[in-house]
C-alpha cells in the first residue's frame, strides 16, 4: 500500500536551518566571551538561539501528520531568532557602540562575507579576533538573513496548506480513493 503521508524532515537541507546552527554555536561563544557570567541574559540568549534552530527541526518532522504545527513551530523558530538580535541590539546600545545598519560601511562586506561558503563551513575561524560590536553585528546581520528565509518558508508552507489541506482532508481524499478503487473489497450483509 502507497503511504498517504507526505515527506518529512529534509530540515538539515534548508540554507535556514543552516543558519540557525550557525546562530547557537556563535550564541554560546558570544555570551561566553562578552557577557558577564551569573547573568540571565547568558542563559536567555542561548535558549532562544537554540529554540530558533530546535523550532526548524521540529516543526519539519512535524510536517507529516500536521502542517498546522510545522507553520506554528516556523513562525516560534522565527520569534525566537529576533527575540535573540533585540538582546544583540541591546548589548550594542548598552554598551556604546554602533550598530550597523544597511548602510553602514561594513555591512557590505559583512555579507558577502556571512553568505560565502567559507563562513557556512568554517564560521569560527575568525571570531577570536572580533571585538564585541564586529561580533555582535555579525550576529545581527545573520539573524536578519535568517529570519528573512524563514519568512520566505512560512509562505511556501502557508501555500503547500492551501494547496494540499490538513492531515484529516489528505486522509479523507485517500480513503474515497480507496474505497472506489478495485482493491477495496466491499462485502454486503
Known sequence: MKSFLPPSGGYRNLKAYKYAEIIHDLTVIFVDKFIERGSRTRD???????????????GSMASM??????????????ASLEELKIDYED????HNLPLWG???QRTAKLKHYIENNDFIN??????AQMNGEEFA??????IYKTTYMLARLLVKQQEQFLATGG???????VRIQYRSSS??????N
Open 167 to 173: 492531515i484529516k482532508e489528505q486522509m479523507y481524499r
Open 44 to 58: 536567555q540568549m542561548v535558549q532562544a538561539a537554540r529554540s530558533g534552530k530546535q523550532n526548524i527541526a521540529e
Open 137 to 142: 553585528n555579525m550576529c545581527i546581520t545573520l
Open 102 to 104: 544597511n548602510n553602514h
Open 183 to 188: 482493491h477495496a473489497t466491499v462485502q454486503d
Open 122 to 127: 568554517q564560521p569560527t575561524k575568525y571570531i
Open 91 to 94: 548589548f550594542i546600545r548598552q
Open 65 to 78: 501528520t500536521s502542517k498546522e504545527t510545522e507553520i506554528k513551530l516556523t513562525n516560534v523558530a522565527k
